[in-house]
């Protein structure tokens, strides 16, 4: 054999071997994108629901059994790497179809929902029943039932505020988000010889009570007088008070923060009696006799 056709025979399977070599490369690139990079086939918008605390491979098992992503492996890297420490953020989320699975990490990771929230705002000395009633008119899949039942105790701790709810948010985190504001708009507030209970009752009372900043003061002032004395009271927003002394045995409403450091910082003053006209115009009496005469003079 000549070693000159020998050599041609190798410089001539040199190129095929490129070319396979290519071909390999390039399947193996579309194999990998089609299992560990695309979406599912099939899939549709889907919305999901991340839970506060909610593990990422929990979230994961949801994210592949509603047909987002295709690997749940290329997933958690995906969100590892775009986290930026925080992990998944809790929501509502839109996922697109045919979202690219660092898409859907993206948007966990960094809390893009895709989706607005319900703006929902609780007025200050809203009772629990009135949350309910808001909160049901305003998310579809609210229970009101299941939240009655679980705030039976917490009246006066529903913080009224303005919230950001999402359309799947569980009763327990709405509830959460109610407590914790709560606790985060009264922790630097001291409380001193009150106990934070007969404060709170007291604020709500004011809520029903007093009409503006000035007038809850000097309210604040006249009923913590009262009790001081042992005088009932009487305050129209619980009748109870009239039969009864010192404070109702829970809260009435939820008060805002303002009853709240009104109830703290009580305006004194000389007055132990006070009344509304039709108007709502408070008049402040000091004796019960002067006090008889505002009633004759702008009740009657």
Do not use: C
């Not at 994108?33 to 695309?38: D, G, H, V």
């Not at 918008?45 to 749940?72: F, G, K, M, P, Y």
Request: aromatic letters at 10%; charged letters at 20%; a positive charge.
């Amino acid at each position: 054999m000549d070693d000159n056709n020998i050599s041609t025979n190798g410089k001539n399977n040199k190129p095929k071997k490129l070319i396979l070599n290519i071909v390999l490369l390039i399947s193996f690139s579309l194999l990998f994108s089609f299992y560990f990079l695309s979406s599912p086939f099939g899939n549709k918008d889907v919305i999901i629901h991340i839970s506060s605390n909610q593990s990422i491979n929990s979230v994961l098992t949801n994210l592949e059994n509603e047909r987002a992503i295709r690997n749940d492996l290329t997933a958690k890297i995906f969100i590892k790497i775009l986290k930026n420490g925080k992990g998944v953020i809790a929501g509502d989320y839109l996922i697109e179809k045919n979202s690219p699975v660092w898409v859907v990490a993206w948007q966990v990771s960094r809390g893009k929902h895709n989706i607005k929230p319900n703006r929902i705002t609780i007025i200050e000395g809203s009772n629990n029943e009135e949350i309910a009633i808001l909160l049901a008119d305003k998310l579809s899949g609210f229970r009101k039932d299941l939240f009655l039942s679980s705030v039976e105790n917490k009246q006066g701790y529903l913080f009224p505020d303005t919230y950001f709810f999402y359309p799947l948010d569980t009763t327990e985190e709405i509830i959460e988000k109610l407590l914790n504001n709560f606790t985060n708009k009264t922790k630097d507030l001291n409380f001193g010889s009150k106990s934070r209970s007969d404060v709170i009752i007291m604020a709500s009372i004011l809520e029903r009570e007093a009409n503006d900043n000035e007038d809850i003061g000097i309210i604040s002032g006249i009923l913590w007088k009262r009790i001081s004395i042992n005088m009932p009271l009487q305050v129209d927003v619980d009748k109870t008070t009239y039969t009864t002394i010192g404070l109702p045995q829970t809260p009435i409403n939820n008060p805002g923060l303002n009853s709240i450091q009104a109830s703290l910082n009580p305006t004194n003053s000389p007055y132990l009696y006070y009344l509304h006209d039709k108007n709502g115009k408070i008049y402040y009496a000091r004796s019960y006799e002067e006090h008889m005469n505002n009633i004759n003079r702008y009740l009657k």
